[in-house]
């Protein structure tokens, strides 16, 4: 491949600046700037980086399942924004060996996480770049406040295997990245473990090649933009059952090996559930679905696109139709910032409900809907479109948020209602989308009670009160400890 060019397109006020500059280059140069170290989201300001768009990253990886050791080339297809001096990638504890830009080296420079590469060139607003990062180590998983209840996010490990779970700022534990979810990319992995192991990422499994001296390299793709945070690998003795979805789509689930069979039974209804959701949310979004059941002490799951992540003992009916009902709602469409978390977590806490109505008939959805009723309005979390990073994962957007869309539900009706949400996934399929662009679209479809409703439900500071029907519907709230 040639390499891009590098001309710019000069703004007529800079014309006579730039022709004291001997090439097209120097001018780049001349008016290139650093790019931020941050995107100012409102619960991670210094997460993610400014001036350029990741496109693709391409993961070379070889895994020691046992030592937990990674030694790996990340080459990253990017695209400046602007004119470039230097750009930054995140990159948590990893030791960097070599950086090239464009196929020449770079400087670098580590701060904390932050690896502010420099290239020989000043890079021109528009142009096409090819970052490769070599790197290795220990990874580490990454603090956040948003899940203090973890030691970190990212890189984990049981006795025997490997996992991610990076949700929301632990992408760069193994990989140097753009790490936000508004940059979303294409990604290719390529994993070299033991032959008495198996990998897994992210999309489709496209090649195996077994080098004869103890190690496999497996290759997967994921053909679909994707957040980094929802990248993810797997190493260990895992066990592979396939299965095949609506319309011929390829299942594959990967179970350790302590797993046992009434562990792996919900499993067997997700292609059920992939007709309904499909049937409510629009079509399935992604080429393969599966999942990674681990052997991780943990009590947690993670929607990682195409192949969602469990903790032991956490893939009960209710969490997996969770999990899959994230493809739609958090994984295809991706939130422009961590503080509209809502669109991602409250819809698929909802689905679970959905799929309890499903399974068990209208009565069970009834009864779920008059107990979180109560629930909140003793509790009274606040609003779901404003959390705080500490609440991101709590009550108020998982309970309250699922709530709020069952209220415009019965406001709007059945029929406006999931033309609401296919309406929405249909229209920033692959990309991001705010709370208030689906404010937007219920207001467009629905008008102006069901607006109301939703927007009530959304953003009081206390619970509303909503009439579910029946004597004890309305519930007081426990005003104890409102302040």
């Not at 203090?148 to 991610?164: A, E, H, I, K, Q």
């Not at 957007?397 to 249909?426: M, Q």
């Not at 467009?444 to 579910?468: N, Q, Y």
Request: charged residues 20%; aromatic residues 10%; proline residues 7%.
């Amino acid at each position: 491949m040639s390499r891009p060019s590098r001309i710019a397109r000069i703004p007529s006020g800079r014309l006579s600046a730039c022709v004291l500059v001997a090439t097209l280059g120097g001018c780049t140069a001349l008016f290139a700037e650093p790019g931020a170290s941050g995107l100012g989201d409102p619960f991670f300001p210094a997460l993610g980086n400014g001036g350029y768009d990741a496109v693709a990253y391409d993961l070379a990886l070889t895994i020691d399942p046992t030592a937990k050791t990674l030694d790996g080339v990340a080459t990253i297809d990017a695209r400046a924004l602007m004119a470039l001096s230097s750009f930054s990638l995140e990159l948590h504890r990893l030791d960097v060996r070599e950086v090239s830009v464009d196929g020449r080296p770079a400087d670098f420079v580590r701060d904390g996480d932050e690896l502010r590469v420099t290239p020989d060139d000043a890079l021109a607003e528009g142009a096409h770049f090819v970052v490769r990062v070599t790197y290795g180590g220990a990874p580490e998983a990454v603090p956040s406040a948003a899940v203090p209840f973890l030691p970190g996010v990212g890189w984990m490990t049981s006795d025997d295997s490997v996992y991610v779970m990076a949700e929301p700022n632990g992408a760069s534990s193994w990989f140097p990245c753009n790490d936000h979810p508004s940059d979303k990319a294409f990604y290719r992995f390529e994993l070299t473990v033991p032959v008495a192991d198996t990998a897994v990422a992210n999309g489709v499994p496209t090649a195996r090649v077994d080098h004869g001296d103890g190690t496999q390299t497996l290759t997967f793709v994921a053909s679909d933009p994707m957040a980094t945070y929802l990248a993810t690998i797997a190493v260990g003795p895992f066990e592979l059952v396939e299965d095949e979805g609506p319309g011929g789509l390829v299942l594959r689930h990967w179970f350790h090996p302590t797993i046992e069979a009434a562990q792996r039974a919900p499993f067997e209804r997700v292609p059920e559930m992939i007709s309904l959701f499909s049937e409510l949310f629009g079509g399935y979004p992604f080429e393969c679905f599966g999942s990674i059941v681990s052997n991780l002490q943990v009590g947690a799951a993670l929607e990682t696109q195409t192949v969602p992540t469990y903790g032991l003992h956490s893939a009960s009916p209710s969490t997996i139709a969770h999990e899959l009902a994230h493809q739609w709602f958090g994984d295809s469409v991706s939130v422009r910032s961590f503080s509209d978390v809502w669109l991602a977590e409250g819809f698929a806490s909802y689905a679970s409900w959905l799929w309890s109505e499903h399974a068990d008939g209208p009565e069970a959805i009834a009864r779920r809907a008059e107990r979180t009723y109560g629930m909140l309005r003793r509790a009274d979390p606040g609003p779901p479109a404003a959390p705080g990073v500490e609440d991101m994962f709590g009550m108020s957007v998982y309970v309250r948020g699922a709530f709020a869309l069952h209220a415009l539900r019965l406001t709007a009706g059945d029929e406006t209602f999931f033309e609401i949400l296919r309406t929405f996934t249909g229209r920033y399929r692959h990309g991001n989308a705010s709370v208030a662009d689906f404010e937007a679209v219920v207001a467009e479809l629905a008008g102006a009670e069901a607006s109301d409703t939703l927007a009530e439900w959304l953003h009081a500071e206390h619970v509303p009160e909503f009439d579910l029907g029946g004597d004890d519907a309305v519930v007081p709230a426990d005003t104890s400890t409102q302040g």
